[in-house]
């Protein structure tokens, strides 16, 4: 494959609107170049019914309240995805946002890699150490370890490089 045909392959970009997905979108746009194409992902949890435990038991709530948890869900999702992608155009990417609903965001992440043959995923790290990386997990370390796909990995600053000279 020459460069030529990577670099009309998209970048995805894991997004959640956090300060690391925030970063990664900076990261990606330094270190990939600037007017490559790039989808910005958001993975929802998806609603599909709703119980909770009240005075008088577990109860169901009815289709139509499930219904609209689900359409406001979807509506953050996409407004969270058009935030992401007015980033990644201000980092240089030809952007364009993308919603799924998908119980794993490592699995969502991956597949959509694949289907859009994507270059590079890049994607935020929280970094996690210790037991609550172990209780948590790492959605950026499950991406890496399970695509087969080339994955930047922007790590968190930590107070002594952001205050180093």
Known sequence: MSPSDQSARPVLIAYDGSDQAKDAIAEAGRVLGAGRRAVVLIVREPIESFEFVGLGGARTLDPATVSAMQEAAQ???VNVAEEGAALAREAGFDAEPRVEAGAGAWQEIV????????????????????????????????????????????QPETVGDAESP
């Open 75 to 77: 509506n953050e999702a």
């Open 111 to 154: 597949a959509v890699a694949d289907e859009l043959d994507a270059d590079v995923i890049a994607i935020g790290s929280r970094g996690r150490t210790g037991l609550t990386k172990v209780l948590l997990g790492s959605v950026a370390s499950a991406v890496a370890q399970h695509s087969r796909r080339s994955v930047l990995i922007v």
